[in-house]
């Protein structure tokens, strides 16, 4: 088995204003194994969000390679992008994109069954989350913290072997924050899933096995000495 799940080299992305062309990445080169999970810092702006949505296939980068589960960028289709987002890619946005009409419960059932799954570990995901009682309520009576833990069970009750994640705890109290992170390290090591994770934390960001910056538009190894 292929233990590469992303391989990016000298990805290249810009934006076009009335004005001028604003380049967000520049020349960004990555790896992601299974079983490894990844942090990546960098002020608001640097293009963290865009990284993200390029390995989703929400975006296409303007140049460069990228390979995702051994398949080039180049040769997939929308549709073979979103076959991937259903069964094998977990997005998990900051604002937690819940589908509004469903309550918590069925909000994972709709993720599990998108990724063709009829058995899913909804009831242990949500105890062990700490949301038990939030399953029969909807995503506009949850606080922010519930919401952010709701779409982890979601991501989770699809049995992905990619995770991108953009600031996964940020809505967390810092307690609770403390509370949930092992769990979700825990359940990437235990499942052989690799994560990306896009963080401000630098608890969560240190519970990683490497922590990237980016900065200029591209990636560079993360200097231990110096402050978040």
Same mark, same amino acid.
């Given at each position: ?8 080299? *000298?990805? !290249? ?12 990445? *520049?020349?960004?080169?990555? %790896?992601?194994? $299974? ?14 969000? /865009? ?8 975006? !296409? ?9 051994? $398949? ?27 589908? &509004?009409?469903? /309550? ?6 709709? $993720? ?10 909804? *009831? ?14 909807? &995503? ?13 069970? !979601? ?13 996964? /705890? ?19 090591? %235990? ?7 896009? /963080?401000?934390?630098? %608890?969560?960001?240190?519970? !990683? ?20």
């Amino acid at each position: 088995m292929d233990h590469t799940l992303i391989q990016a080299k *000298d990805l !290249c992305r810009s934006y076009r204003t009335d004005r001028e062309s604003i380049r967000v990445l *520049d020349g960004l080169s990555l %790896e992601l194994l $299974r079983g490894q999970a990844v942090a990546v810092i960098g002020p608001s702006g640097s293009g963290k969000s /865009t990284l993200l949505n390029l390995l989703n296939g929400l975006l !296409c980068p303007d140049s460069g390679q990228l390979q995702v589960f051994g $398949r080039e960028q180049s040769e997939l289709t929308e549709a073979d992008w979103a076959e991937l987002r259903r069964t094998r890619i977990a997005t998990l946005f900051q604002d937690g994109n819940l589908i &509004p009409t469903l /309550t918590v419960a069925r909000n994972i059932a709709f $993720r599990a069954g998108l990724a063709g799954l009829e058995a899913y570990e909804g *009831d242990a995901l949500l105890e062990q989350l700490d949301i038990t009682d939030t399953a029969h309520r909807y &995503p506009d009576q949850l606080s922010g913290g519930q919401r952010q833990r709701a779409a982890l069970a !979601c991501a989770f009750a699809m049995q992905p072997q990619l995770i991108l994640a953009d600031e996964p /705890t940020g809505s967390l109290d810092q307690a609770t924050a403390k509370r949930v992170s092992p769990l979700f390290f825990d359940a990437i090591r %235990e499942r052989n899933v690799g994560a990306l994770i896009v /963080t401000h934390n630098p %608890e969560l960001a240190r519970s !990683c096995d490497r922590i990237l910056e980016l900065r200029e538009g591209a990636l560079h190894p993360w200097d231990s000495a110096a402050s978040f």
